[in-house]
Each structure stands twice: as structure tokens, then as C-alpha cells.
């Protein structure tokens, strides 16, 4: 298996999510009940269980569906509706879900999982073998155009009885057990489906999983969620109700107006100041979400070949400055591109790098460049060079648009004669795949387990791949290649040093820094726990847990 989802694995297509295309609210949205029930507003009941919680989200359902979610909300509904073989643990564990056990061959190329014998589907259907050969069958599906499909493009799947399954992987992956986290779909109501309706069709408006909660009813506004009664393990709480608001100030404003139990997805600074209010609380969930600058290193681009030059590009920025100012603090500097919350950080590898504008000037000098009236000179060159750094536009993502615009002042005060271009996530998308940039700043999800391989192995530059840069580097191949691969808790450590410490003195991408994802709650919400997050919907991974203190 050459490429993964958690780390981009197809990043012309992850990266429109990561932009913010996906935030779309559909014109039109079912209205008609999913289920028999529904919970109603908070105290509209006569009698029974007490209110639910309510949390509030930016931005709209559109497909509710693990393979074809769009927008965060479809995220965070898919991660309380469907379940996967396995579910997250604390750190950087795996637990059972609908796998009761699972085991590796020693090469690490075949994986077995034991389903539950108890597994049901939420209308009461048993969950099978049959159903994992039928989701892996979608994303392997050559229609499939999700960013999820090149996680399972070399490998294979077979029945072996009608509750344990096996996977064979072409390459052997010692994370694997990271893709057995995406939610199957149900094949007695999807059988015949083809994968190029599933994104609209009726059962992504209406889903049936296998998780702990039941949708009951959705629309354009909100969205009602009760027990389902398939978890092994019940939640505590009685139900959930997500709040859609397209506007983050009114999402605000129902916060404070005592209306909601937690509000996601707000900009940092809103998020602090809000979560100042008295009786609430900041919920601070570091990330593997990955802003650095990406540079083009084909050969048509000489001039930041050398990494001494893009080392003193990176040495002329004030990533504290970017965190301070644009992540209002909940951020940490990105050194390298594992994160700093990762179980494979190696604090010693990646050693910070200072901001320093008249070092770089220094290692400029001392690479060839030379500094005119009117800008830096590269070697043998007799004008400035000239280049745009490109980026979201802020429509789409206000963070990273904002980001671009301090990087390039900064640039800018350091006598480089760059421009900011903020483009709509479809064309950044275009001009990324086809190598038409000299820099960019993007996102990038690593993910838990951080496999760089499809960020930068010199393959993925050409069989469309996630290498951006262009990077051809043999000797990080081997790196990359080493860190992957099964083996000891140590021994994979020891790798991940090795080439967190190649990427240091080598960086195909200037690093910034690491975002926070942030949650505001009232003090009477109990059981969350802070950990690394791969996507704010990871943030339920133990929702199971979650009440409310009152009894509300």
C-alpha cells in the first residue's frame, strides 16, 4: 500500500476538504424523520428522559456517509452514526468495535479481524463479513473519487466466514489498524448502489449505521441523534442534538444566550473569548492538522533547490508571531512534519529553528544570493527573484488566508518580492496538481499514526501521487520507507528520528506550525478528554463517556 488517508493520501482531494470547499449548505434538505422518533427541542417532552445535549457546529450536513462526507458537520455525524472495525483508544491506541480481535501476520502484510457475533446494524440486521468485502469493494471501486480510495488501492479482501474477514496489503504497513477505522456501510440496503450515486443518493440523507447513536430527524438547522442500543458499551447521555449555523456569530450568540451545551468550530479568538464567559470552559485538542508552505523542487525550479536557501526562507519567519496572532496561542511550532503531540515526535530530531532574519540574510550571502535595491537575487540571476505564494482564498479558509498574508509581509520585510494569491480551493487544487506554483501554503492532516511516505517518497511525484513538491530525494525514500514498516514500538521510533532529523536539514515544506482544534463547553458537560485529533470529529472518540453533571 503505497498511499493513506491519514496522512493526505490523495491530497488534491483531502485538500478540498481541508480548504473549506466542502462548507456548501444544500439548497434543499430532508425534513422527513430518519427514524421513528425524535427527541424533540430540549424540553419538549412531556415525560421521560431528561433534556439532551446540544452542541452547536459551523457549517450544514450534505452527505452523511463515511466515504462521501463533505463537510464537517456530515464528519461529525458519520463518527457518531456508523462505526468501524476498530475504534480510537487513549493515546495512541486501537480498541474493539465492531471487531472483537484482530491479528498480524509478522510481516505485517495480512491482517484478520473477528467480528462481533453481537454486531448489529441500527435496524437490527446483523453486521457480517459480507459488509466489510462490500465497503472495501466501494472504495477500491475505480469510481470512487473520495479521498479515502487511495488508502485501499494495494489492498485486497476476502471473506474467510461470515463473522472474520482478512486483508492482505501489497506493501506491508505497520499502521494499519488507522484505515480500519472508517465506517462500513450496511450492503443489505446499498447492494446494487453504484459508488457515483452514493454521494447524493437517499441513504446518505437518510443513514442507517452500526454506531452508538441513531439520527432521527436532520435538517438545513439541526439534527437529533438517540441511543441506538448496537454499542457494545451504552452512552450516558440520552440523546444529542447538533445545531448547524452557517454564520460563526450566531453560533456564538446561542452560546452565550444559554442555549447550547458546546460550541465547535469557531474561529481561535472567538473560541478564548467565548469560553471566558463564567460557567464554561476551553476544550484545547492539539492537532495533526500541518500548515507549512510548500515549495516546488522540480527541476524547473532551481532556485530553492538548495536546502540551505529554503532553511533561511523558513529562519526569515516569526512562526510564534503566526500562532500569537492567528491561532490566538492554541497552536504549537511545527518543526518537522510529525507533530509535537505525536507518539513518534522525537523532540531531539526535530530541533527548533529560531526566527533569525539576519542568520538567513547570512546563509543567503553565503548560498550565492545576492540583496539589491528592489530585492534578493539568486545566483547568477539579473533580476530579483519574483515569485506568489499562493493559498486558499479567505472565503474558504480564513486561517490559512490569513497565515499567507503574514508569511508574505514577513518575506516581504525580509526584501524578497513575493505575492499573495489567494485562489477558491478548486483552482488551488488544479494549479497544486500540475506543478504550476513556486510556493503555496496548504494544509496537510498527518494524521495519528504519521505516515509520510505519500507526502513525499519520490514515487508520489509521478503516479499521482501526494509528493506536491516534487521532492526526488533516494536517501529520504529509504527513511520514509524504514518509518513505515512493522516493527517495534523502539525500533519505529528510532526511524521517525532518523527522518524527522532528514526533514529538519532537508524541508521540501517550510514548517509553521500545528493548529489546536478548540471546543467551548459549559462546566456541566463531563467526560470529554483531551487528545491528539486527526479531524474535529475524532473529538467523540470517547462521547460514550460524556453526561451532563445536573442531569439535564
Sequence with gaps: ?????????????????????????????????????????????????????????????????????????????????????????????????????????????????????????????????????????????????????????????????????????????????????????????????????????????????????????????????????????????????????????????????????????????????????????????????FTSVALNLRPGHPE????????????????????????????????????????AFDPAASAPLASNPIAAAKVLIAAGWKKGASGWLAPKAKTPFTFDLLSPDQASNPIAWATAELVTSQWRSFGLKVSHVGLAPTDLVARLGAGTFEAALVDVSIGIDPDLYPLFASSQAITGGANLTGIQDATLDALLVAARSPGTDAARRTSYAKLQAALVANPPMLPLFFQDDLVVVDSRVQGPTVRSLGDLSDRYWDVLTWRLADGR
Excluded: C
Aim: charged letters at 15%.
Design 1 to 289: 500500500m503505497t498511499q493513506r488517508d491519514r496522512a493526505v493520501i490523495a491530497i488534491l482531494s483531502a485538500l478540498i476538504v481541508v480548504l473549506g470547499l466542502a462548507l456548501a449548505i444544500p439548497t434543499t434538505a430532508p425534513g422527513a424523520p430518519v427514524g421513528a422518533v425524535s427527541p424533540g427541542p430540549s424540553g419538549s417532552a412531556a415525560a421521560g428522559p431528561p433534556p439532551i445535549y446540544r452542541e452547536g457546529v459551523v457549517g450544514s450536513p450534505s452527505s452523511i456517509n463515511p466515504l462521501t462526507a463533505r463537510t464537517q458537520a456530515d464528519r461529525d455525524l458519520s463518527r457518531l452514526i456508523f462505526s468501524g472495525l476498530v475504534a480510537r483508544g487513549t493515546g495512541a491506541t486501537y480498541v474493539p468495535d465492531l471487531a472483537a480481535s484482530w491479528t498480524v501476520d509478522p510481516t505485517g502484510r495480512t491482517w484478520t479481524f473477528m467480528l462481533r457475533p453481537n454486531a448489529r446494524w441500527q435496524d437490527g440486521q446483523p453486521v457480517t463479513a459480507d459488509d466489510v468485502v462490500f465497503t472495501v469493494g466501494l472504495l477500491k471501486d475505480p469510481a470512487y473519487r473520495g479521498p479515502l480510495a487511495n488508502s485501499w488501492r494495494e489492498v485486497s479482501v476476502a471473506k474467510i466466514d461470515p463473522l472474520t474477514v482478512q486483508f492482505t496489503l501489497e506493501t506491508p504497513l505497520a499502521g494499519f489498524l488507522e484505515n480500519a477505522l472508517i465506517g462500513l456501510l450496511p450492503e443489505h440496503l446499498l447492494a446494487g448502489t453504484p459508488v457515483t450515486e452514493l454521494a447524493n443518493g437517499s441513504f446518505s440523507s437518510q443513514p442507517l449505521g452500526s454506531g452508538a447513536f441513531r439520527l432521527v430527524h436532520w435538517d438545513s438547522t439541526s439534527a437529533d441523534l438517540v441511543p441506538a442500543g448496537t454499542a457494545a458499551t451504552a452512552p450516558a447521555l440520552p440523546g444529542i442534538e447538533l445545531e448547524f449555523f452557517a454564520d460563526p456569530g450566531a453560533l456564538a450568540d446561542a452560546y452565550r444566550a444559554g442555549s447550547l451545551d458546546a460550541a465547535a468550530g469557531l474561529a481561535p479568538a472567538d473560541a478564548v473569548a467565548l469560553a471566558g464567559l463564567p460557567g464554561s470552559r476551553l476544550l484545547t485538542y492539539p492537532t495533526t492538522t
Design 304 to 343: 530553492l533547490a538548495p536546502p540551505a536557501v529554503r532553511r533561511a526562507l523558513l529562519q526569515a519567519l516569526d512562526r510564534l508571531a503566526m500562532i500569537a496572532n492567528i491561532l490566538a496561542g492554541s497552536g504549537s511550532q511545527a518543526d518537522s512534519p510529525v507533530p509535537p503531540s505525536s507518539w
